[in-house]
């Protein structure tokens, strides 16, 4: 195994940066009230559909309620965008200075990114569903194994993001502008994690079709098992797919940082 | 006072050159215009998957709310490619930059707006025309419905406009835009995407009273599906944003005088 020293800088880095994250405490406050907003919006149209048909749901009423707070609360575990501050190292050409630390570079850009999606989610989400459960008829998890399983399944879900989060990172030090990669991953991705519509509720083979994905771990898994429709069983499956995505994910990743650390041609003067 | 023409003209000029410099990134244009037109894709396939699971919502079928959809859709898509210059108005600020357009003997409103206009937008117009183009055939368009269409888009455009203009004139006071406003611009083009008797009451007071959405989609809408309601109201009613969008240029006018410069 590594030993202890050896994984100290990427420790105090990943403490660093969470430390920089909580600064945004009043973006975090306002990001609450936007959420609370389109919580509602959401919460009004999905009621009308169920409606309109609640034989045809996979969810009552309370569990969709509660599936769609979760989603608000989780919104800053989606990988939406590259670093901004990794987008200008390499624009600038001060990336040079990140390859001659003394520190694997995928290891560091991971733990960014871990903190940037960690810290948001956590001083976003904890207020939000105080709001929601107090205010907005959101459920807490029924059993306490639905609580616990819930939240092992939000930390697979952030380290997940964060290797997802990553790569598109990466894939700046190959295109530079990552214009394209910024925008299609996130089209897809908030499809595929349920954010738009709980998975559940889609046709029965494009469920089986986006189960074989990584994106449904990052918000539908976790809702699933807070709302109590999903049990232990299949969330040892789901668990043990994350993680191996996960791993395949990271893998690719140190593997492209290499290879473009052998052939890179460095901007700026 | 400075004649119009001249104004729409100079519009025009930096418009072209926007896009004539966007050209030269041809791929990343391409790219981004594909991103868009999938984002809000795939937000119009979740839709639709719920009419497939749920059949209907509120008595409105899947055709009648794309219809709804394509117009509220394409007219933020048009006001967010024409108005750039005020949804990004708070780097304006920031940078000083508004010094520099005070100097010009041109309308400010107009400078604005043409400030960074973004050829990508055409990706999202796309996707709203192409949805708004399959409900018009399952609706059996008469030449009146393409009318009141036209003229939806226009009132939606120009609603977004003012929204736009009103978020920018927040800036002259508070600098940064604050997020809470997208509650209003994307949290609009959302809720006025289904019919408005699906939302609590103080929702439906925001988008008819605040904010003219209602009369802009919703109503015309209920008008040609429901109430079968004469068509000079179907066409008269979309003008409530033309009316928003002059009062938020007078509003506007009023926050200029306001301005302090925060460049150096």
């Known amino acids: ?269 | 006072m400075k004649p119009v023409t001249s104004g729409m003209y100079v519009y025009l000029r930096l418009v072209l050159a926007c896009l004539r410099s966007q050209m030269q990134y041809r791929a990343s244009f391409l790219m981004m215009a594909f991103g868009q037109f999938l984002v809000t894709g795939l937000e119009f396939a979740a839709i639709a998957a719920l009419f497939y699971r749920f059949g209907s919502i509120h008595g409105w079928q899947l055709h009648q709310v794309a219809f709804l959809y394509g117009v509220v859709g394409s007219g933020y898509a048009l006001a967010e490619g024409l108005c750039r210059g005020f949804d990004q108005f708070s780097a304006i600020i920031r940078r000083g930059d508004f010094d520099r357009l005070l100097l010009r003997p041109r309308s400010t409103v107009m400078q604005v707006a043409a400030f960074e206009v973004q050829l990508m937008r055409i990706g999202r117009f796309l996707q709203a025309a192409f949805v708004l183009t399959w409900a018009l055939m399952n609706l059996h368009a008469e030449p009146g419905t393409l009318m009141a269409a036209a003229a939806m888009i226009i009132g939606t455009m120009c609603t977004f406009c003012g929204l736009f203009v009103l978020q920018a004139t927040l800036t002259f006071f508070t600098v940064e835009t604050p997020e809470i406003v997208n509650v209003v611009t994307y949290g609009g083009v959302e809720t006025a995407s289904f019919p408005l008797t699906i939302y609590p009451g103080w929702l439906r007071f925001t988008f008819t009273w605040l904010v003219p959405l209602a009369s802009t989609a919703y109503l015309p809408a209920r008008l040609l599906f429901k109430a079968h309601g004469p068509m000079s109201h179907i066409l008269i009613l979309p003008a409530c944003g033309l009316l928003f969008l002059l009062a938020s240029i007078v509003i506007w006018q009023f926050g200029e005088r306001h301005y302090a410069s925060t460049g150096s």
């Open chain 1, 1 to 269: 195994m590594i030993p202890v020293s050896a994984a100290r800088p990427y420790l105090t880095l990943l403490v660093a940066r969470c430390r920089q994250e909580t600064q945004y405490r009043a973006a975090a406050l306002f990001g609450m009230a936007t959420q609370l907003f389109w919580g509602l919006v959401r919460i009004a149209i999905f009621t009308a559909f169920l409606k309109a048909g609640a034989n045809r749901s996979s969810m009552n009423l309370t569990q969709t309620i509660t599936y769609l707070w979760l989603v608000q609360g989780m919104i800053r575990v989606m990988p939406w965008s590259v670093d901004a501050d990794i987008r200008n190292l390499v624009r600038e050409g001060t990336v040079v200075y990140e390859l001659l630390r003394p520190i694997d570079l995928y290891l560091s850009w991971y733990m960014r990114a871990f903190a940037r999606h960690a810290i948001p989610t956590v001083m976003r989400a904890i207020p939000l569903f105080v709001a929601a459960v107090l205010l907005f008829h959101m459920q807490l998890p029924l059993t306490v194994a639905a609580g616990a399983l819930f939240a092992t399944a939000v930390v697979l879900a952030l380290l997940l993001a964060a290797a997802m989060s990553t790569l598109m990172s990466i894939s700046l030090l190959f295109t530079l502008s990552g214009d394209g990669i910024q925008r299609i991953v996130p089209a897809i991705a908030n499809f595929a994690s349920g954010l738009l519509i709980p998975l559940s509720f889609l046709p029965t083979t494009l469920q089986h079709i986006l189960r074989v994905l990584p994106f449904r771990d990052l918000i539908d898994t976790p809702a699933r098992l807070y709302i109590g429709q999903i049990g232990a069983p299949e969330a040892a499956a789901a668990f043990a797919q994350t993680v191996l995505w996960t791993a395949a994910l990271a893998l690719f990743g140190r593997f492209l940082v290499l290879r473009a650390s052998k052939r890179m041609v460095v901007h700026g003067g």
